[in-house]
């Protein structure tokens, strides 16, 4: 008989924030993880999904969630020297194959989530009339 296997992670806590499905004490609950996340929960490991929260952030005006956490995970692909967004953070080795390799793919589009975000988010100019 197989061993329970339940895992909670932050990417299903992410999906239930945007879809709204959550509601009252739940949906608290929710928020609180997503700012303070518990070391038991799967961890993001990509900008994939980094999309999708900070996403979240930026609709509760939220701006400084989304450059702490770009600072917190980008950092270290510039710390190895990486002049294109990597597919995988290279301090994630959580379920990684070989965690020696720093990232799957060294050029992901979907891993340039700072280009969109800092420029949508946080750099936004106000035109005057």
């Not at 329970?4 to 990417?11: H, K």
């Not at 993001?44 to 999904?49: C, T």
């Not at 917190?72 to 510039?78: D, F, G, T």
């Not at 989530?113 to 988010?121: D, H, Q, R, S, V």
Request: charged share 15%.
């Amino acid at each position: 008989m197989a061993a329970d296997q339940t895992s909670t992670s932050m990417q299903s806590q992410i999906v239930a924030n945007l879809t709204g499905v959550a509601n009252g004490e739940r949906k608290q609950q929710i928020e609180r993880y997503l700012l303070e996340s518990p070391t038991s929960f799967v961890q993001i490991g990509s900008p994939f999904m980094s999309f999708f929260y900070y996403e979240m952030f930026a609709a509760a005006g939220k701006a400084q969630v989304i450059v702490d956490d770009i600072r917190k995970n980008y950092r270290h692909m510039i710390e190895y020297g990486a002049t294109t967004c990597w597919k995988m953070y290279p301090n994630f080795t959580e379920n990684r194959a070989n965690p020696h390799m720093l990232t799957r793919s060294h050029c992901h589009a979907w891993s340039a989530t700072p280009a969109y975000f800092l420029g949508a988010e946080v750099g936004s100019i106000e035109s005057g009339s």
